[in-house]
């Protein structure tokens, strides 16, 4: 619980108390936010109106790859078991958006069932048409993984002659709707298949604007051996430093995501770590949900602020009377020239600005006149949401994650119960390093022990006892740092 002070219009101070973080994050969006984005067509030009389900939906984790490169398997690997309307094979299978979520009986909602529940966030997908609808399905089965999250598995995305034809509805688009909503994306990757297709570097540039979800997985990495598979992983990425284009080298989580022996089993130890960083990386979604979603808030705050400004401009510079298709047409062409004086008037990061070409083409089906002027009330408003409301509930949120229960904080259930092993020998681990000798009735330490005595027997002094300097001389040899030697 957690409250603050705040003025209403009659500058009466109340206290809003709200029952948890993404309640607040739910009332300052519909009454500080939502107003802006209405009064500018920024629904029109960017992402629809965000309802109660996008609020109180579950941690979601889309996967993305071309065909074939195991993105289904990923998934029933993590369940431990096949989900409705699976299906596997070396073809493209998946031809569908698939959300498999949690449910008290396995069962498929199909999509146009699906875009008119109120309890689901997929309502704004009715806007892609019936083309995507019926290759939309919502895949309900009861696992205790899906309790913690929901996943999207895709349609593989086509190589070759095959990317030429029309899918039927905006694949790139339906991506970056999920994008912004979901809270992991996973690339996957297979080690035969390097090469980035036209419609797979499409998808991947939709995801821009969300690095800090993308996880990039190079899986049946066991079907190669040792040095086959360090030429594979630089081929992937300088393949995906010219998509990616970014100065950081992105991690990439090396693995074999299936139940089945390992082909090469000589980097079993990589994948295992690989694995364990990785599924690490997912089972903590649940507890960084709401801190997730305030910073989803935050960017969609500063886009919509920039938004606004960008079209009061535009609406500022038409012409009252005559002239008004010419000048559309010039102020559009000079996009980029008013992004540079906003960015000057306003001091606004040219980060922040959406991408010129794609805004070109939204705002030549706009009537520039019947834009609104600026309104600095409805900015101010979300400055100060910004500065104080999010600030105050970055504060609450460390208190939440306490006060919840250890058990909702993590995924649990299917392969994520490999990750929290202590009790088999087989846990990542288990009776490696110090776990080594755990269970055994022989002490570890002898069964080395009679080479050190060898060595105190020779440094020894009269007085039975090893001197600084002789100790000191021995023991520089472990190439330990002189502050851990110190310690010791």
Sequence with gaps: MFSWMTKDDGKKKNTEVFENVVTGLRHIYKNKLLPLESAYHFHDFHSPALDDPDFDAKPMIMLVGQYSTGKTTFIRYLLERDFPGIRIGPEPTTDSFIAVMHGDKDGIIPGNALVVDPKKQFRPLSKFGNAFLNRFQCSMLDSQVLKGISIVDTPGILSGEKQRVDRGYDFTGVLEWFAERVDRIILLFDAHKLDISDEFKRSIEALKGHDDKIRIILNKADMVDHQQLMRVYGALMWSLGKVLQTPEVARVYIGSFWDQPLRYDSNRKLFEAEEQ????????????????KLNDLIKRARLAKVHAYIISSLRKDMPSMFGKDSKKKELIKNLDQIYIQLQREHQISPGDFPEVKRMQLELANHDFSKFPALKPKLIETVDEMLANDIAKMMSQIPMEDAAKPQQNAVVRGG???GVQDTDTPFGFKQFEGVQAGRGEQEWIVAREKYKYDEIFERLVN??????G???????????LPNNVLAKV
């Design 469 to 479: 300097a002789a100790a000191k001389q021995e023991m520089v040899k472990s190439k």
């Design 462 to 467: 009269n007085e039975g006892k090893v001197a």
């Design 415 to 417: 392969v994520f119960s």
């Design 277 to 292: 960083d990785l599924f690490h990386d997912l089972e903590t979604l649940p507890r960084n949900a709401a801190l997730r």
